[in-house]
């Protein structure tokens, strides 16, 4: 990360004094929460710092304005210049991925995917539906007439990837909204390998007869071959939506290609802006033309006023994106996420299907007599930043988990590189190996308590603070 000029510096400090002098509580958060961002190693996969530019973006007078509706299309006047920054942001995110369409609008990974989810339904259901029943217009329906539309457009089939192999809430999961909108069934891994096996998926594909195959993950260690996934999609004629959240900036910096690269496989591509893309907190849908007009409507079929503050900083970072730079960082991700996973495999540490190759290792930390819960707490006692995540047919649920899932991207964005992650692996083994689990109130085994060894806390704290400092967290920015 660049160093932050005087001016930068300057600029922030202001900021936190002109909050400060409306509620200084905000502001000493805000403080701190810099300062525990710098003092720990941050390993949350979905997290990752964005630039200053980024983050200035985001506190202007953008936020003032409300644009419901679509570029030169707007519900509200006086929306020229959201106009600008929405074009801006789509025009980046097309020429970034190379994709057809970009809408720009949702304000977060799972309003992508509803979005995705609803334009789908309206350009396969909606609108044959009401090409058959005469009418163009929604508005025009008999009452019983949407009945019966209401009843096609909430009983179509989804088939994703279920959570424990590595799926996302939002791809069907039953207490999630996508698995109370569709009726839905789920893919799993291989039970040995813990890999996709596109066969199994093809043969439930062409048993369930999807409308909308979902591919894509948030805890699955490997690449996916979305042209296989294309493939199975036509088969069955299903539309083949990717939900590329977690490793959209591998794919914008040219780590994953050809079968690898989603966008020219998918009719329908989501994504976070933030995560390994390093932007803004935020969501993005790429189409194809065929889908283009469905998904314009995101706004108000599924999304309220776009965050055209968001947008600016989603056009900044976009932008950023498409910098040379940016391609050697994400092969970077990608090397320092495989430099952790040979860090644990050398200590025996057990991983999810023995490796990894693209941002993120997920450790199976049963093998330390651990729940995912316990170990995540033990780690944030050493200053180490992980969460809890389940594994293939996790015997302690998606709550306590028997995983923990580590990501590169943040580190990486730092300037870590082979060696620390090999320390960080170190120092990770190290903590669960002097963790014992602890005892409920009744004096069972407990899933979440936990019992850290002593001094164990302090000594790892001590040794991240050296890797910590020589790399340090937006260098030269000093708040006053």
């Known amino acids: ?16 004094e002109v909050i400060a002098s409306v509620e200084p509580r905000i502001a000493e958060a805000t403080r701190q929460e810099l300062s525990d ?9 979905s997290e990752n710092y964005a630039s200053p530019a980024v983050l200035l973006t985001m506190g202007t007078w ?4 409300y644009a419901e509706g679509t570029v030169g299309h707007r519900f509200y006047a006086g929306c020229q210049n959201v106009d600008t920054v929405e074009a801006l942001a789509a025009e980046h995110a097309r020429e970034l991925f190379g994709a057809e369409y970009a809408y720009a609008q949702p304000h977060s990974g799972i309003d992508a995917n509803l979005v995705a989810f609803w334009s789908i339904l309206a350009h396969r259901v909606e609108g044959p539906w009401l090409e058959k029943a005469g009418s163009k217009n929604i508005n025009e329906l008999t009452d019983a007439d949407w009945e019966s539309l209401r009843h096609e457009l909430g009983n179509q089939r989804l088939l994703g990837m279920s959570l424990d192999a590595g799926g996302h809430l939002t791809h069907g ?27 199994v998926v093809a043969a439930k594909a062409r048993e369930f007869k999807p409308l909308i195959l979902v591919a894509g993950y948030s805890a699955y260690p490997r690449r996916v ?52 893309l390093r932007g803004p907190r935020g969501g993005m849908v790429l189409a ?5 007009s469905s998904v314009d409507r995101g706004c108000p079929m599924v999304l309220g006023g776009p965050l055209s503050h968001v947008m600016a900083a989603k056009a900044v970072a976009l932008a950023e994106a498409r910098q040379p730079s940016f391609q050697t960082y994400a092969q970077q991700v990608a090397d320092n996420a495989k430099s952790l996973a040979e860090g644990f495999l050398k200590r025996d540490a057990r991983l999810v299907t023995g490796g990894t190759d693209n941002h993120l290792v997920l450790l199976d930390v049963s093998g330390f007599g651990l729940t995912g819960r316990q170990a995540e707490s033990a780690l944030l006692d050493a200053g180490i930043v992980t969460n809890r995540n ?19 991207p943040a580190l990486t964005t730092r300037g870590f590189g082979h060696d620390e992650f090999d320390q960080v692996a170190e120092l990770i083994v190290h903590v669960l190996q002097h963790t014992q689990p602890g005892t409920t109130k009744a004096g069972g085994p407990s899933k979440a308590s936990y019992v850290l060894g002593d001094g164990i806390a302090d000594k790892v704290r001590d040794a991240s603070a050296e890797m910590l400092d020589k790399h340090p967290l937006y260098p030269g920015l000093v708040l006053s």
Do not use: C
């Not at 109370?180 to 596109?198: I, S």
């Open 173 to 199: 999961f039953r207490p999630n909204i996508s698995g109370k909108m569709f009726h839905q069934q789920q893919y799993g891994t291989d039970p040995e390998t813990g890999l996709l096996d596109y066969d």
């Open 225 to 276: 071959n979305f042209a296989k996934m294309r493939e199975i999609a036509d088969e069955v004629g299903a539309t083949l939506m990717v939900d590329m959240a977690h490793f959209a900036g591998l794919v914008a910096g040219k780590v994953f290609t050809g079968d690898e690269d989603p966008v020219p496989h998918a009719h329908v591509v989501t994504t976070t802006t933030h995560k390994s």
């Open 288 to 292: 194809t033309e065929e889908y283009a």
């Open 1 to 16: 990360m660049a160093d932050i000029d005087a001016l930068t510096s300057s600029a922030y400090s202001q900021a936190l």
């Open 390 to 408: 389940s594994v293939p047919s996790d015997p302690n649920g998606a709550w306590y988990t028997s995983g923990i899932r580590l990501g590169t």
């Open 37 to 45: 961002q710098r003092g720990s190693l941050k390993l949350i996969a």
């Open 62 to 65: 953008f936020s003032d304005k």
